[in-house]
């Protein structure tokens, strides 16, 4: 299937988007589940749940009564709340795989724009689901390192970032760090700056008395931040040799023993 494809069968909940199910009926309140997709049903008013009490309020029970089914209807789909957000955080890593996957078909492959184009899916995927993000995020509340599926699409996004990085760096377009870390602390920039975003401390950070006037403008602050990152990291083209303290430091390896 193609990824355009496979996107669409998962896409975000947006203006122009398809939604995750077909709208109800107007006469029928928007919570209300009647004929369907009871797994899904339940998925999504788990995080509205989320969203507008906290992303620990999540209640098998209150679900149900929400969904106005039985109590007991959501347990034969997830038998704890931690199953329910374990599948919550499966379907969202595999949405950041396919949205990279498809903004990096529309990448040219040239200097870091690959990387620009992972940030702009990472920045997309979080602040369009911010729930979602939030509690793929809280690894306390699911068991994601045990799920199958969410490690194998954390660890493609993972090994993706670090051949994006190794791949710029035999461009010439990034200094000759290792390619662990650098991929780190990129992936750490777009995490805390996310963060930022979605609790609010971004817009304490931009220049006092600005009145944005585009679109959504602490996203683009967001995108413009890494651009900047990006940009910074860039080695001059004629000097491609490892540059700073980071360079002389030793590659990351997960197999070297403790101390």
């Given at each position: ?18 939604p ?24 999504d ?23 106005s ?36 078909q529309?990448?040219?492959a ?35 390192e ?74 683009r ?35 070297r023993?403790?101390p």
């Amino acid at each position: 299937m193609a990824v355009e494809s496979e996107y669409a069968l998962l896409t975000f909940t947006r203006s122009g988007t398809m939604p995750r199910t077909p709208p109800e009926p107007a006469s029928v309140p928007a919570r209300t589940y009647h004929h369907g997709n009871l797994r899904r049903a339940i998925m999504d008013t788990a995080l509205q749940l989320a969203e507008e009490q906290g992303d620990d309020q999540i209640n098998l029970r209150e679900v149900a009564r929400r969904l106005s089914v039985s109590p007991s209807a959501p347990f034969r789909h997830f038998t704890t709340q931690r199953a329910l957000v374990t599948a919550l955080a499966e379907e969202a890593t595999l949405k950041l795989r396919l949205l990279a996957r498809r903004e990096l078909q529309r990448a040219p492959a040239e200097g870091v724009e690959p990387l620009r184009a992972l940030a702009r899916a990472f920045v997309a995927w979080a602040l369009d689901e911010p729930a979602a993000f939030r509690l793929t995020s809280r690894r306390n509340l699911s068991d994601f390192e045990r799920s199958a599926s969410a490690m194998v699409h954390f660890k493609e996004m993972r090994d993706l970032t670090v051949s994006l990085v190794e791949a710029a760096q035999a461009r010439h377009a990034l200094p000759k760090a290792p390619p662990q870390r650098m991929a780190l602390l990129l992936r750490a920039s777009a995490y805390g700056l996310v963060r930022m975003h979605l609790d609010g401390q971004l817009q304490q950070w931009l220049p006092s008395g600005s009145v944005p006037t585009q679109p959504d403008p602490l996203r683009r602050e967001v995108l413009a931040a890494l651009d900047l990152l990006l940009d910074a990291f860039q080695a001059p083209a004629s000097d491609p040799q490892p540059v700073g303290r980071a360079a002389r430091a030793k590659p990351l390896s997960p197999s070297r023993p403790r101390p």
